[in-house]
Every structure is written in structure tokens, then in C-alpha cells.
């Protein structure tokens, strides 16, 4: 059974990998305010070293690990999500640096409902193996003036749902991929997943009453 004030709030639940720099800025917006359509009720890491799981539990939010390598299949592993995400009346999952494919029938179970945040404008720069640094690589490669991130919704498409967010950051000349990693998720990424998750969270509300 929800509390009443639970009711009136989207249950997110964010999936990470990695240092969960994203998942802060999440946490943070929750902190502040500026999120308050929805609130983060689960983080999931599929990797149990995730720094990112120390974050969650700093913030006193529920967390748990699904390793895709300990699961003997993409099937085993999407089940074990589905159900957290069942076990938990999750209305939102939040892509924030997270490493794993999901096949087309999972995406297809939550339609508008996943929103992952990438490291440039789409659509340059990415797709399949467009991940980590090699996405900055290539922008730099190009000679690109600007770069910069998306906030998208998934569908089976690798980086292909539909555009939410984005914004723009300078490429300056003496950038490396690092730096310019750096700058796009301190400039933009920070900003724009908090910001986006909000709008979104509004709109399940609306249609939730
Ligand atoms: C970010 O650039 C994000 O866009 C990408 O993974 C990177 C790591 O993010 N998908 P985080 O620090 O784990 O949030």
C-alpha cells in the first residue's frame, strides 16, 4: 500500500553503472526542490562496485545490484529488473550512465516511460558502441565547434526515441576527450537530466489522475 504523499509523487527508479555523477545531480535536484513531481524510490546498479550504490545509500534511497554477467541470459536479467520495477509500482526508470543494452521487448513494456541521458547532440555522435569516451573522441576527431547532451526517451532504436532536452557546449581548442567529458556533464548533462525528469514526471502525474 503507498502513503498518500508517495501517490502523489512519480516513483523513479534510476539504473546506473558507474560513479553515478548523474544519479547526484538527480539526488540533488530532489534535495532542492527543483524535482518535485517525482522521487527517486529505487537506484539499481549492474555492477555491485558501482559507486554510484554508495551514493544511493548515503541518500537513504533503496538500492540493489542485478550483475548481467552473473545472469545467464539477457531474458534472466531483464526479469530480475522487471520484477524490482513491478515490487517497487515504478512509474519511471532513468538511464543515468548505464552500461547494458535492453532488448526491444523491455523497452516496449514501459513506452515513454525510460529516459536515458547522453554525452552529445543527437543525432551526431551516436548508436551502437557510442559510449564513455569514444563518443568525445569522435567530436573532437570531426572538428566539431560545439557538442554537447541529450535527454531522450529509449525505444528499441540505440540513442534513437524522442528528443526531450538539450544543450549546447562549447569545444575549445585545447580539449581532450577527458575534458570535454567533463565540461559537457558539468555544463549540460548535470542540468538537463534533473530538468527533464522533472517534465516528465509531471506529465505521468497529469495522467495518473
Ligand atoms: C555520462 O557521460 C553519461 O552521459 C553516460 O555515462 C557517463 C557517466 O555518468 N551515459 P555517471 O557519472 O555514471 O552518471
Not at 204 to 209: N, S
Amino acid at each position: 500500500m503507498l502513503t498518500k504523499s508517495k501517490a502523489r509523487k512519480a516513483r523513479i527508479a534510476v539504473f546506473v553503472s558507474g560513479g553515478g555523477t548523474n544519479l547526484q545531480a538527480l539526488i540533488d535536484a530532489q534535495a532542492s526542490g527543483k524535482l518535485k513531481s517525482g522521487e527517486i524510490v529505487l537506484v539499481v546498479s549492474s555492477n555491485s562496485g558501482a559507486f554510484a550504490l554508495k551514493r544511493a545509500q548515503k541518500s537513504k534511497i533503496p538500492n540493489l545490484s542485478v550483475s548481467r554477467k552473473a545472469c545467464k541470459s539477457q531474458g534472466e536479467f531483464e526479469s530480475k529488473l522487471i520484477h524490482a520495477l513491478g515490487d517497487n509500482h515504478i512509474d519511471l526508470i532513468v538511464l543515468a550512465g548505464f552500461m547494458c543494452i535492453l532488448s526491444k521487448d523491455f523497452v516496449m513494456r514501459y513506452p515513454e516511460r525510460i529516459i536515458n541521458v547522453h554525452p552529445s547532440l543527437i543525432p551526431s555522435f551516436c548508436g551502437e558502441g557510442f559510449y564513455g569516451l569514444k563518443v568525445h573522441e569522435t567530436a573532437l576527431k570531426h572538428g566539431v565547434k560545439v557538442s554537447g547532451a541529450t535527454v531522450h526517451f529509449v525505444n528499441e532504436v540505440t540513442d534513437g526515441g524522442k528528443i526531450i532536452a538539450q544543450k549546447a557546449v562549447r569545444v575549445l581548442a585545447k580539449d581532450t576527450p577527458e575534458t570535454l567529458q567533463q565540461r559537457i556533464m558539468k555544463e549540460a548533462e548535470w542540468k538537463l537530466l534533473p530538468a527533464a525528469v522533472e517534465t516528465v514526471s509531471k506529465i505521468i502525474l497529469k495522467e495518473k489522475k
